[in-house]
């Protein structure tokens, strides 16, 4: 039992029984050093169980992890004005107006660069969708939001943005660009046949 955490911190964690997730949450208020409202909350939207399996696999056997194995699935964004159908651009300003969350969402460590950020590809603009960086594991993110079921063009698309990062910004020193694509819905066949192990696809799931 750790020492760090006050009674109101175990007391929330007295209804789970399986003593992986337990310990789960316990490094998680460690490291982040969580509240019990905090903490409540990520029990709450199951955190835990929206970690990809091999994650949790890794977790218990203290297996070395990276940062895509704690971006969730579903990825939950808090939907303010209750609407039905969104667009992109609606989608990107949810995500915005709770940036602290959505970072969250993707692991621990995350840091927010911007949005809409545009590059030059040739004689052309371009714009990524979310450019993020992850301190712990010292890579940048490049997100694409989609509000369709994955295509295999997505694919291909935010692996131009990726190298384009890894040419222009990425030092010698860090690591190489993660891509994440968010999405309405998964494809694991796409993904299967994706021979790019840096990406990864999410849905995205509204509240």
Avoid: A
């Avoid at 004689?123 to 079921?149: A, G, P, Q, R």
């Avoid at 309405?184 to 696809?201: G, H």
């Amino acid at each position: 039992m750790s020492g760090n955490l006050t009674w109101s911190h175990w007391y929330e964690m007295l209804s789970i029984k399986e003593i992986d997730k337990i310990v789960y949450y316990v490094n998680q208020c460690e490291i982040n050093n969580l509240n019990v409202r905090d903490l409540r909350s990520k029990i709450k939207s199951q955190e835990y169980e929206r970690l990809p399996k091999d994650t949790r696999n890794k977790i218990i056997k203290k297996d070395k992890l990276k940062v895509e194995d704690f971006v969730k699935n579903p990825i939950l964004i808090k939907n303010s004005y209750n609407y039905n159908e969104i667009s992109e651009k609606v989608l990107k300003q949810l995500i915005l107006e709770d940036i602290d969350d959505f970072l969250l969402e993707l692991g621990n460590n995350f840091s927010y660069i911007g949005n809409e950020y545009k590059i030059k590809i040739g004689n052309s603009y371009n714009y990524i969708d979310l450019l993020l960086y992850n301190i712990e594991f010292n890579c940048y993110v490049v997100v694409e939001l989609k509000v369709t079921e994955l295509k295999k063009e997505y694919i291909g698309q935010i692996q131009v943005y990726m190298n384009y990062i890894d040419d222009n910004l990425r030092k010698i020193y860090q690591d190489k660009t993660i891509g994440i694509i968010i999405c309405k819905k998964d494809n694991k066949f796409i993904m299967e046949y994706c021979s790019d192990d840096r990406i990864l696809s999410r849905e995205y799931e509204l509240l």
